[in-house]
């Protein structure tokens, strides 16, 4: 009974946070849009205004951009993120197993049937992508279904299949949007300001109240980027915590995760198919090498010794 | 004033109705659709359990006390209607099952038949599918059934038509250990 209402506890608070996520979202493209227009305004007229025209202009643009850029992602996401990993379709007659154990990781997630791909690699790894259950993909590759035993397929399996059952894709993929268009915004503030440092000689002296907010501008410019990047790595770390945990609620089996990750993680190795902007979706990172001191703020999962200290104390 | 007052009063009334209602009969239909997702697969191992006994049978040149077990087994889930029967019948079914498992792990020639792995690898499959689809169903059951008893839901839904949910359970004679006969 706790089995099914945790996944979808899980599902009802992603669905949440991503809505929260969406307004906030555009709320800080707006406020910097209009940010940037109300400092370029003060820039060029000598009287000081609060409200600015050119500021509501800009904000208006940037919180359309930052929908539009949501909606976007959220419709061609999943078809990127497969054809950049270089994956090919399989039938239950290439992959019997692999085919038989998503069916009944599905049925333990009550979702529909996800659609399989397989990596033509002998590296172990695997992935999920698609923003709702009906659209759903599991990728793993050759070296994975070669490799593992049927328990040990199956935890991964379950990772993959609680990744889909929480909706975590739709919910990482707006924390993506969000973290990228704060980038965007920071480094056209950064490159707005250059150019206007160049004619403020000219232009007019003495503004120094001016003066204070485009060193605040700057400041912002520069940490909001990190920060957000940091809160996007937080929140993708408690997913994987999380996508362990569900693993083991479909399972019942948390000695086959485990033993999978101990041995994913022995030969985790970066391959074809892989790059940085694909890195965080695998099930172990395959590029970066995740130590206890990067766990702590920069990576995108947690430590592998660590996960797995975490599923014993489910009854590993 | 006090008109407009009464007439908040029954729309917020009706949304709660109508917000209660769909909720039970999402959760109605889940359960619903949880147990046909058991029955696809019960079906799927009776079709599955003859061939098996088949290729054994092919394989070791002579029928076994464990594969007439099986059959028997296999034949009385068949003929059960109904959870109350199909629980108790599923339940041996599965222990006669894994004898047969047992048997496959214990012959060396039958391991290394690709017909008979192909065939095992479906049964694990099978098998495990139950469980899992079991699982499901029970725990939708739970939440289903909890969510019809809750305040204020409890108020509305019997007079909805919302009755209680069954459980779906295969006594444990699951914990048994197969016993494996060899000759």
């Known amino acids: 009974m706790a089995g099914t209402a945790n996944f979808v506890e899980a599902q009802a608070a992603n669905r949440r946070s991503t809505m929260l996520l969406l307004a906030l979202l555009t709320a800080i493209a707006a406020g910097f849009g209009y940010l940037i227009g109300w400092a370029l305004q003060n820039e060029t007229t000598d009287t000081f205004q609060v409200v600015s025209p050119l500021g509501l202009g800009l904000a208006a643009i940037m919180a359309t951009a930052s929908v539009g850029w949501s909606l976007i992602s959220l419709a061609f996401g999943a078809r990127m993120v497969l054809s950049m990993a270089d ?15 998503a069916e009944e990781m599905s049925i333990a997630a009550g979702v529909p049937m996800p659609r399989l791909f397989v990596m033509d690699t002998d590296a172990l790894n695997a992935f999920a992508t698609g923003t709702s259950t009906h659209n759903a993909a599991i990728v793993a590759t050759r070296g994975l279904l070669a490799t593992l035993n049927r328990d040990e397929l199956q935890g991964v399996i379950g990772h993959e299949m609680g990744h889909i059952a929480n909706l975590d894709t739709r919910y990482m993929t707006i924390v993506g949007v969000t973290v990228g268009l704060i980038a965007l915004v920071a480094d056209m503030i950064l490159r707005t300001l250059q150019w206007g440092s160049f004619n403020r000689d000219s232009d007019k002296k003495g503004n120094s109240g001016g003066g204070i907010l485009i060193v605040v501008l700057i400041v912002v410019a520069i940490f909001a980027p990190l920060a957000a990047k940091a809160v996007q790595l937080a929140v993708s770390r408690q997913r ?17 995760l485990i033993s999978a990750l101990t041995k994913l993680d022995a030969a985790a190795k970066p391959f ?17 090498k995740i130590t206890a001191l990067t766990s702590a703020l920069m990576a995108t999962h947690p430590e592998t010794a660590d996960r797995i200290a975490r599923l014993r104390n489910l009854g590993g | 004033m006090t008109t407009w007052i009464v007439v908040g009063i ?33 079906k799927r191992r009776h079709d599955l359990i003859p061939n098996l006994v088949q290729v ?21 889930a068949v003929a059960a209607s109904g959870p109350a029967q199909a629980g108790p019948a599923e339940a041996a079914l599965s222990v006669a099952t894994r004898g047969l498992m047992g048997l496959v792990e214990s012959y060396p020639q039958l391991k290394a038949n690709d017909n008979v792995k192909a065939l095992q690898e479906e049964l694990v499959s099978t098998e495990n599918k139950i469980a899992f689809a079991r699982q499901f169903y029970n725990d939708s059951v739970g939440s289903y059934n909890t969510r019809r008893q809750t305040f204020p839901a409890v108020l509305a839904a019997a007079s909805l038509g919302f009755g209680p949910a069954e459980l779906f359970a295969m006594p444990d004679s699951e914990k048994e250990v197969p016993k494996v006969a060899l000759r």
């Open chain 1, 87 to 101: 994956a090919t379709p399989v039938t239950k007659e290439q992959a019997p197993q692999f085919f038989n154990v």
């Open chain 2, 56 to 76: 054994v049978k092919d394989a070791m040149g002579y029928e076994q006390e464990t594969l007439t077990k099986v059959v028997q087994a296999r034949n009385n």
């Open chain 1, 272 to 288: 074809p198919g892989v790059s940085n902007a694909t890195q965080h979706l695998f099930i172990v990172n395959p590029v970066q």
């Open chain 1, 240 to 256: 994987e915590y999380l996508a362990d945990a569900t693993s083991v609620q479909f399972t019942r089996n948390p000695q086959g």
């Open chain 2, 10 to 42: 029954v729309v917020l009334i009706g949304l709660w109705l109508i917000m209660t209602y769909n909720g039970l009969v999402g959760g109605r239909t889940q359960t619903q659709t949880a147990w046909s997702q058991i029955d696809v697969q019960l």
